[in-house]
């Protein structure tokens, strides 16, 4: 029962917010070390050039909230110290008019070294959007079952 009643919320809430318009996404940023946080200035950047999302400066109503974390891959190691980077990401969809709590879509491990950074940044972009369009599909197959008539 909780799991029909998750799918359809996040279909009423896709459906109003992201069928008509770029997806809005939110990054926060909880990175421990410098390749870290260059990963996540890049996931950033590719947000910015995206024609599919659009990143919110001051994250407010409908979005896709993405967590990355990490941490040093070689911490306490002085000389392999900033070389490479282990990040988690997390995709939640939020609003924060609508919801207390947000709902948890997916979520992945990695790691990148510094010559990799953009190609994970690039990696996170991509599964972005694979998350985005199973939630849509998750929006035809309820307005499908919602609305039987409808082919």
């Known amino acids: 029962m909780a799991f029909k009643i998750k799918i359809l919320f996040i279909g009423v809430f896709l459906f109003t917010s992201l069928s008509f318009s770029q997806v809005a996404v939110e990054v926060i940023d909880r990175t421990e070390d410098m390749v870290g946080r260059v990963l996540v200035y890049r996931v950033k950047e590719k947000f910015r050039e995206s024609n599919a999302f659009v990143l919110l400066t001051a994250p407010e109503g409908a979005r896709i909230r993405i967590i990355i974390s990490s941490m040093d891959r070689f911490k306490g190691s002085e000389l392999l110290e900033n070389i490479s980077t282990m990040y988690s990401v997390i995709w939640l969809l939020y609003d924060d008019k609508k919801m207390i709590f947000p709902i948890y ?47």
């Open 105 to 151: 879509l997916d979520h992945t491990l990695g790691f990148a070294g510094r010559s990799a950074v953009e190609e994970a940044a690039e990696g996170i972009v991509a599964n972005t959007d694979k998350v985005t369009s199973s939630m849509v599909e998750i929006i035809k197959f309820l307005e499908k079952l919602l609305n039987p008539r409808m082919k």
